[in-house]
Each structure stands twice: as C-alpha cells, then as structure tokens.
C-alpha cells in the first residue's frame, strides 16, 4: 500500500504518488501468498485444517466450496482478520500473523468483499477515493480536490476497461456488476498485489456475472495474483487458472486448470464423492436418475492425482 497525494494547486506534497502495480509474468515461480498446513481453531471447533493454497501474480486462484465449507475463514485469515492457529502463514516467502485488515492492505492484499463497502447515495468518485481523499491548500484550511479524483477515477476506470458516462451520480444506482468493477478497479488504483473476491457473482444475473468475470481477467492481466471465492464452478472455469475445493474445512481438492475438466470440477463441487458413495441406494428410489453420477473410487483417484500435481 502507498498513501497518496495531494494535487498540484497551492498544495506542499506530504504523499507519495501512487504507482502502477508492476506487472508480473504470470505463472511467475515464487508465490505472493502461501498457506502450507494451515488451519484455524476456534475453542475445540476446527474450522479449518491441513489448507494448502498458492497466489501467484498474473494467476486466478479460484477457491470453491458448499456453505460452511471454510471459505469465509480462509478469507479472514488472509485479509488478517483473523490469525491461524496452525500451519504456516507466508507473504513473499517471509511467514507472518497478520493481526489487522490494515497490516494486509500494507503488503498489498485487498479484499473486495459482497456489500463492497461504498456509501450508495455518494458519487462514484468519492467511493473511489473514500477514506483517502485527495486534498489541496494549505493547512489549516485544506479542502478536497474533486477535480483530482474525478479525473483520477475516470482514468483508472478506463484502464481496467470501464467506462460510466457519469461519474457524479450515485454509485448506488450503477448494477451489482457495475459496482464490483469499480470496487476491483479502486484495489488496483491503491496498490493491490493479491486481489481476493468474495463470491463477486453470488447475486448477479448472467449478463452481469460475465461483466464482474471480465474485469477479473482485466485484473490478471496487470499482474495481479487473484482470489476467487465463489461457489459456481463455472463461474470458476472461466477464468481461473487454479482450482482449490473446501469440503468441511480441508483440501478436497487442488489441481491446475491443465488436469481438472468442468464436470470433475463440479462433481467435486457438488459432493459427487457423497452422492457416489450412496449411488446404489439412490438407484433404489423412484424418480431418481443415478445415470450421470460418477463412481466413488473415480472421484478419490482424481483428487488424489490432482493434489500429487498441485
């Protein structure tokens, strides 16, 4: 994270400029962030357990799974909401305990989270900005500069590929897609490395899915390492180019795009290990078609071979 600027009118600089995010080559070697036996322990209820997870800049990890799977926990431990109680923790190769969302944003993890946390009844640029507004004049009677961020966010909008014909009106009445792309575009602005997306797609319909997963990939390409949590795995298989299933807070699942299809993925996804195990009884109702389940041994042998690649 780097703090910002004021503008240039009758203003003595007291921030740095922000500066573009480098763009890393995807796939690159060394990971931003890494999970290795990780797990989180509230009292005696294990929420999660045995995580291992790789970020590389210019990569979309997608980390899928049912409710109470252990995404939400894997989210606060990374956005150092909360802090692990086992395994290893590392940011750029050095294991840390983050204790606050604030030391995450410092090493340039973001979180845009499903109520992307904008005022809705503000403009579109001072939710760009808001709670680091630019300012001009000098102290004591500095006042904001609307010009500076007005056009700052229509330039940061238009790199990411987003273009609003107006940026004074309320951002509360752009679509759920539209206000997710801003709330990625804003993360990039302020120096994002690790970009983490909780179900961004979760309450948007299919036009507005495909804009949110488009300026996922807009994401990738500049460099960043992207968390995409979400429970669609199509959603998933669009864009990601890691898969990482949570079944009752362990690794069900880690494979690259390269040796995982669709419907493994979604098997994964749906609990095809269960409805395998009880695809006999299953046979046994009326109305029941058991036809497309997979066998039970398949499933195992696949997940097996994909964490022996992960």
Same mark, same amino acid.
């Given at each position: 994270m780097t703090d910002h600027p004021t503008s240039s009118d009758d203003a003595t600089p007291v921030q740095d400029a922000p500066k573009d995010t480098p763009a890393a080559a995807p796939g690159d070697a060394r990971p931003i962030v890494r999970l290795r036996g990780a797990g989180k322990a509230y009292g005696n209820v294990r929420a999660l357990h045995g995580v291992d997870l790789s970020v590389h800049p210019g990569q979309v990890t997608c980390v899928l799974g049912d409710n109470g799977a252990g995404k939400s926990t894997l989210i606060k431990i990374i956005s150092g909401l909360h802090q692990h109680t086992e395994g290893e923790f590392?940011?750029?190769?050095?294991?840390? #305990?983050?204790?606050?969302?604030?030391?995450?944003?410092?090493? /340039?993890?973001?979180?845009?989270? @499903?109520?992307?946390?904008?005022?809705?009844? %503000?403009?579109?640029?001072?939710? !760009? !900005? &808001?709670?680091?507004?630019l300012t001009k004049g000098p102290w004591p009677v500095?006042?904001?500069?609307? =010009?500076? %961020? *007005? @056009?700052?966010?229509?330039?940061?909008?238009?790199?990411?590929?987003?273009? &609003?014909?107006?940026l004074d009106q309320p951002i509360g009445t752009l679509s759920g897609g539209q206000r997710q792309s801003v709330a990625i575009a804003r993360a990039v602005y302020f120096g994002a490395r690790v970009l983490i997306l909780d179900e961004p797609t979760a309450a948007l319909g299919v036009k507005?899915?495909?804009?949110?997963? *488009?300026?996922?990939?807009?994401?990738?390409?500049? /460099?960043? /390492? +992207?968390?995409?949590?979400?429970?669609?795995?199509? $959603? =998933?298989?669009? +864009?990601?180019? #890691?898969?990482? +299933? &949570?079944?009752?807070?362990?690794?069900?699942?880690?494979?690259?795009?390269?040796?995982?299809?669709?419907?493994?993925?979604?098997? #994964?996804?749906? /609990?095809?290990?269960?409805?395998?195990?009880? *695809? $006999?009884?299953? =046979?046994? +109702?009326?109305?029941?078609?058991?036809?497309? &389940?997979?066998?039970?041994?398949?499933?195992?042998?696949?997940?097996a071979a994909s964490k022996g690649t992960s």
């Open positions: 590392l940011i750029d190769g050095e294991a840390v #305990h983050l204790s606050t969302p604030r030391e995450a944003l410092d090493k /340039g993890i973001a979180t845009v989270y @499903q109520d992307l946390a904008t005022v809705p009844l %503000m403009p579109v640029w001072r939710n !760009f !900005f &808001l709670g680091s507004e500095r006042r904001l500069d609307i =010009a500076a %961020m *007005k @056009q700052t966010a229509d330039t940061e909008l238009r790199a990411m590929g987003i273009v &609003l014909d107006d507005q899915s495909g804009v949110v997963l *488009k300026y996922i990939a807009a994401a990738r390409d500049r /460099g960043l /390492g +992207v968390i995409f949590i979400t429970h669609n795995p199509h $959603h =998933a298989y669009m +864009v990601g180019d #890691h898969f990482s +299933v &949570l079944r009752l807070g362990t690794m069900e699942l880690s494979a690259s795009r390269a040796d995982v299809t669709l419907e493994e993925l979604t098997n #994964h996804m749906a /609990g095809g290990a269960e409805l395998a195990a009880l *695809k $006999h009884e299953l =046979a046994q +109702v009326r109305g029941v078609d058991v036809a497309g &389940l997979p066998e039970e041994q398949d499933l195992q042998a696949s997940g």
